[in-house]
């Protein structure tokens, strides 16, 4: 059996391997870095619209209650005003009536009763603790 005998130029060789192994690995690392770089950066960018974006949704989703919350209260406004200018215009034209010819007396007395049931019961909400009251 014959043994295996390395000289000093055989392990500069192999050393010499391992280093240009390593320089052709470091290089080929380097090289699929660089050419992954655009896409980390793009990645980045993506991430940090994604990220202002979802605060402009927060900050929209809650601009979009109130607005919401306004709409109701402005529909419910109207309605009340409607209601409001429908009475009173009624109770000048009964009050009209009765300036022209010094009758309708039935009539201002009906539309005095209107008026007071609309502005205690309808306008301020007291139709709704009588109601409990009756109840009970």
């Given at each position: 059996m014959e043994h295996v005998v390395?000289?000093?130029a055989d392990i500069t060789a192999f050393c010499n391997l391992i280093l240009v192994v390593a320089g052709?690995?470091?290089l080929i690392w380097n090289g699929w870095k660089k050419?992954?770089?655009?896409?980390?950066l793009q990645n980045k960018k993506i991430k940090a619209m994604e990220e202002r974006l979802e605060a402009h949704e927060r900050i929209f989703?809650?601009?979009?209650i109130h607005l919401d919350n306004d709409k109701?209260?402005?529909?419910?406004?109207e309605s009340a005003t409607r209601v409001t200018n429908r009475v009173?215009?009624?109770t000048l034209q009964v009050l009209v009536r009765h300036g022209i010819d010094g009758n309708n007396r039935d009539e201002l007395i009906e539309a005095d009763k209107e008026?007071?049931?609309?502005?205690l019961n309808e306008r301020w909400g007291h139709e709704k603790s009588e109601d409990k009251k009756e109840k009970e």
């Open positions: 390395f000289t000093p052709v690995g470091a050419a992954k770089e655009p896409d980390v989703e809650k601009m979009r109701h209260r402005l529909d419910e406004i009173i215009i009624q008026l007071n049931r609309y502005l």
